[in-house]
């Protein structure tokens, strides 16, 4: 069965997209969630115009990803936390933690999830690496240092 995708379904296509897709993935699954929709003259034109506006979003986030990027990469984000013995911390520095302080200094709010890293649990530098955006990525230092 034919369906004019009406929003963006992983796997399958973007808003404007025609697919061949199972009957009944169409009836249970994308008709039933407005997904998609049956391909008739009047939707493929309408929904031409909304996947040229898709497409110049696409092309702006991919813009705004890149310059995030470009201010991530190679930057220091100091955390102070207690020590015990062997320079172990008492509080792991965790995705969340550098979230936080990433949007706190740079403004830009990023995922927890789109972090790669392991909980940090001694003194040091630490490389990271944030996934931004489809292919963009960012490594930057994380620095922690035993509290006063």
Known sequence: MKVLLIREVQGLGIPGDVVDVRDGFARNYLLPRKLAVPPSPHQLQKFQTLREQYALELADRHTRAQALAEKLNGAEIPF??????????Y??????????????????????????????????????????????????????????
Do not use: C, N, W
Request: glycine share 4%; charged share 35%.
């Open 80 to 89: 102070s936390r207690r020590v015990h013995d062997q320079d172990r911390l």
């Open 91 to 148: 509080a792991a520095v965790r995705p969340q933690d550098v979230a936080r302080a990433v949007s706190e200094r740079f403004g830009e709010k990023i995922e927890a999830s789109r972090i790669k890293m392991d909980p940090i649990d001694k003194l040091g530098e630490h490389e990271i690496e944030i996934s931004i955006y489809e292919g963009i990525s960012a490594k930057l230092k994380v620095v922690v240092t035993p509290a006063a």
